[in-house]
């Protein structure tokens, strides 16, 4: 059984451009979540849905970053303009619902911003 | 805001010893779960309980919860290299009509051959 997949497993850009991370859930599950991972702050909830419907985003960072899911097998994070400070780890994890479920995490983006 | 804190920040035993975090945090809970995530790896769940339970078991593993000292602590036993990993404890908070988990700041544990 498939796993959360997220592509690309590594970016590497320059600073102004812009940046989409992708992520397919397992299937079946409701819930989608996009984190970010860094040493400094640790693994930050930035949004997430349910049944495709953005629920909470109050944890993405500026205007600068939006999230979509257009469908239940699709979702996408995009940084425009990106900054050297968005350099991290974005991780995509689903559950199946929100409460006593675990979470099943992608292996991350590993995005650097020159 | 809530949030788990782990302690130790880093932990190096040798294999065979137990390996012991601990997960403070701030609220009241309903769960707190425990993820375990190798190098360069998403992180992968090990266990949850909730907070009428006060140990769980799943095979090395074992967990406690204190609801009164808003504590849990995760106890691996017999460890082996393959342990070598960062645990991270998640506890559940609801805010302003939203749910969601809180992840603490993991300890790094090294399980030395």
């Known amino acids: 059984d498939a796993g959360v997949i997220q592509s690309p497993r590594h970016e590497v850009t320059e600073m102004g451009q812009e940046v989409t991370l992708r992520c397919k859930p397992i299937?079946?599950?409701?819930?989608l979540f996009w984190y970010r991972q860094t040493m400094m702050r640790g693994l930050e909830l930035l949004i997430y849905?349910?049944?495709?419907?953005?629920?909470?985003d109050s944890g993405m960072p500026e205007d600068r970053f939006s999230a979509k899911m257009p469908n239940a097998s699709f979702s996408t994070l995009k940084i425009q303009p990106s900054e050297p400070r968005d350099s991290a780890v974005y991780f995509c994890?689903?559950?199946?619902?929100?409460?006593?479920?675990?979470?099943?995490f992608g292996d991350g983006t590993r995005l650097s911003i020159l | 805001s809530q949030q788990g804190e782990e302690d130790p920040q880093a932990l190096s035993i040798q294999e065979g010893e137990n390996a012991t975090m601990n997960c403070s945090y701030k609220?009241?809970?309903?769960?707190l779960q425990w993820y375990r995530q190798n190098s360069g790896r998403g992180l992968v769940h090990l266990i949850l309980?909730?907070?009428?339970?006060r140990e769980k078991h799943s095979g090395r593993l074992r967990v406690t919860l204190d609801t009164s000292k808003k504590s849990s602590s995760l106890l691996i036993t017999a460890s082996r290299a393959a342990d070598t990993a960062s645990y991270f404890c998640?506890?559940?908070?609801?805010?302003?009509?939203?749910?969601?988990?809180?992840f603490g700041t993991g300890t790094r544990l090294k399980v030395l051959a």
């Open positions: 994890a689903s559950s199946l619902s929100q409460m006593n479920q675990p979470q099943h």
């Open positions: 299937s079946g599950h409701d819930y």
């Open positions: 849905f349910n049944n495709n419907v953005p629920i909470d």
């Open positions: 609220t009241s809970i309903n769960n």
């Open positions: 309980i909730r907070s009428n339970e």
């Open positions: 998640a506890t559940d908070a609801s805010t302003s009509g939203t749910y969601k988990y809180i």
